[in-house]
């Protein structure tokens, strides 16, 4: 069973539609409200079946762990089946048991309890608290539960319910304006020109991570056949399906290759580190993540969800001198994990293992440290130019700074924001809570207004000095380096989200979706009109792939109108169809997937308009058979 627990000053819901597995109702359980209550939004899944008793009697004990802390009796149970991403929902039968057998538990216990029919579909308003304990999720099992032990949730997730900030958005020309939320509003600025800019702000501020609608994404990326689901993992987990593992790698390969030309030296290190270990486990408590932890025969470890570890650990070792600096390492960690919470997981938007890009500097000093950060933002715009993401339309830009830090350095913050070009948000800190006094992030916003971080550096005051990196000075003095922490297209998982959720969007304007055409698995899609046309098509692939060109040939048995329609599905970004005529004439008609207009190309020609699309970016062939006839089916 999943569950996502809001307290609320108030919830009403009512009825609009009744779908095929609606259960019957009263004319009065159509309407429903309560006021300072627990909104618990549940789903019960396939699993619950095998012991629902154990079930129910552990949700109706954590429910009421939480009612107790919040010093509340009214509960409101409302059927909510969108939280299963990735697992099989229960029966239509146990659910409404489990649901039944949880009210009435829950009111034998004293408490006030209303449960939203089930099976329909239902308009809801809610007003949620916003205190820390206002918004939790939870997954639910049978068995006994396991005996509360330490608390491992690192102290920089708890300073975070602590922060005490102010917001602002800055404008390339340094002019600020403060802003706050007043009645679910942001106010003092004029959002009207910068409408994505507002989505994101809204995301920031209202701090609602929670997801109560499927992704778009997420059944393109099935579709496609890219990314799916591992229902033999932890949720959060995925299979990369030979085009996913293609898109996947060539963005890998992107990314290294900027950043190794940037001037990084690749190093490898390990998945796993000691959770006793003493610098490890300083930095747990000053890193905002949740992590897995292990135990093996000879100690408790934890799953790394970042490179940092290992680097540090390495350039504590190492020999540094004044002359190194700055020091770049990097590392295209696969994985890295976080225990994101059930209710946040979305698809490839928050999920529990991602590839991520991490490089760190090792700088004598801010002034050298400030130089670098410049540097690191042009390959930063660089690598996400050639993913076809621009800073103009897709991006926008957020700046965390402690307060004393910004006054010292106003002139580096506005330069950085003047870079930018376009207005941005910043939020100043009264004092430092983590081990960073600066950092900027590259944000998405997709269609649901949910916002992803796409590249992020930081300013690294704390852990020179934690884990003994040292460098030799001019003065043959030992001195501690500034770190700065850089992942400069944030993990490769959240980059396809966003590709395919920005073209799920532009499919929603009128557009057709595509992806960048140096991702696209398949460059050319051949038709041939009928099977004596098939190895005139074999030998034209030949040709095209000697120029590393990728050509598939839809040699199935299917209409003309099929072929092409089916093309159109996969995004493949260029379509021709092959008869005698083309055959003999060698004008092929190109039909551009861009605006699906046909053009009679020479070969010549095609090959010019492609190379021209995908010039110095990393190429790899097929990742499946050339013949569509001979591949499988892996999803649908």
């Known amino acids: 069973m999943r569950e996502l627990l809001l307290h609320v000053d108030k919830v009403s819901y009512e009825v609009t539609k009744p779908t095929k597995i609606a259960e019957k109702i009263t004319e009065k359980a159509k309407k429903g409200e309560m006021e300072d209550c627990l909104f618990v939004r549940i789903a019960v899944e396939r699993e619950d079946e095998k012991n629902t008793n154990s079930v129910v009697k552990n949700a109706v004990e954590d429910i009421i762990d939480v009612c107790s802390k919040l010093k509340i009796k009214n509960i409101l149970l409302y059927p909510y089946v969108h939280l299963l991403f990735g697992s099989e929902p229960g029966s239509v039968s146990t659910s409404i048991k489990i649901l039944e057998k949880m009210k009435k538990d829950l009111k034998n216990k004293g408490y006030v309890v209303l449960r939203a029919p089930f099976g329909f579909y239902k308009k809801f ?9 206002s918004e939790l999720s939870r997954s639910i099992s049978a068995g006994e539960k396991k005996k509360e032990g330490k608390d491992d949730t690192p102290d920089a997730l708890k300073n975070e319910e602590k922060l005490k900030s102010e917001f602002y958005i800055f404008n390339p020309n340094g002019k600020k304006h403060r802003i706050s939320v007043e009645n679910k ?56 399906m030979p085009k996913g593992r293609f898109v996947k790698s060539l963005l ?33 408590n000053r890193f905002p993540a949740r992590q897995y932890t292990i135990e093996t025969p000879n100690k408790r470890v934890f799953l790394r969800f ?64 400030k130089k670098e950060m410049m540097r690191r933002f042009q390959l930063t715009r660089e690598i996400k130019e050639g993913i076809g993401l621009r800073i103009k339309d897709d991006m926008e830009f957020a700046v965390r ?70 460098y030799t000075d001019k003065d043959n003095k030992k001195k501690y380096p500034i770190i700065l922490h850089l992942s400069p297209s944030g993990a490769i998982e959240r980059v396809i989200y966003a590709l395919l959720e920005r073209e799920c969007m532009r499919q929603a304007g009128g557009r057709n979706p595509m992806l960048p055409l140096w991702l696209s698995p398949t460059h050319i899609r051949l038709c041939p009109m009928n099977d004596s046309m098939v190895k005139h098509c074999e030998q034209l692939a030949e040709k095209f792939s000697g120029e590393q060109i990728r050509v598939d040939i ?83």
């Open 252 to 284: 890998e390969e992107w990314v290294t290759k900027k950043t190794l030309e940037y001037g990084a030296m690749e190093v490898e290190t390990p998945l796993v580190y000691d959770y006793e270990h003493p610098s490890l486990k300083k930095y747990l």
């Open 185 to 240: 509003k942001i106010v003092g600025y004029d959002f009207s020109k910068h409408a994505n800019l507002e989505k994101f702000v809204k995301y920031e501020l209202m701090k609602d991570r929670t997801v109560d609608k499927e992704p778009p994404h997420i059944k393109v990326m099935k579709r496609l056949e890219f990314v799916d689901y591992e229902k033999g993992s932890d949720p959060g987990h995925f299979r990369y």
């Open 306 to 369: 970042s490179a940092c570890f290992g680097q540090f650990l390495m350039a504590h070792d190492a020999t540094i001198s004044y002359r190194n600096l700055p020091l770049r390492m990097y590392e295209m960690t696969r994985y890295s994990f976080r225990v994101e919470q059930r209710g946040e997981l979305a698809g490839l938007r928050r999920l529990r293992a991602f590839t991520m890009p991490d490089c760190h500097a090792l700088c004598a000093d801010f002034d050298q440290a």
């Open 125 to 133: 308003t809610v007003s949620c608290k916003g205190h820390p304990l």
């Open 554 to 636: 839809d040699d199935r048995v299917e209409s003309i109108s099929k072929k092409v329609r089916d093309a159109e599905m996969e995004w493949v970004p260029y379509s021709i169809v092959i008869g005698d005529r083309e055959k003999k004439s060698g004008s092929l008609p190109v039909r551009f997937r861009s605006d699906g207009k046909v053009r009679n190309m020479s070969f010549a020609e095609i090959v010019n308009e492609i190379k021209s699309k995908t010039d110095g970016l990393p190429y790899k062939p097929l990742p499946l058979d050339r013949l569509l006839s001979k591949r499988p089916i892996f999803f649908g």
């Open 401 to 470: 700074v402690v307060k004393d830090f910004y006054e010292e350095h106003r002139e580096f913050v506005h330069s950085l924001i003047k870079e930018w070009g376009k207005p941005v948000l910043v939020e100043i800190w009264d004092k430092r809570f983590f081990y960073f006094v600066f950092k900027h992030e590259w944000n998405f916003v997709d269609g649901l207004g949910k916002a992803a971080t796409l590249a992020t550096d930081q300013f690294d005051v704390e852990n020179a000095e934690r884990y003994g990196i040292m």
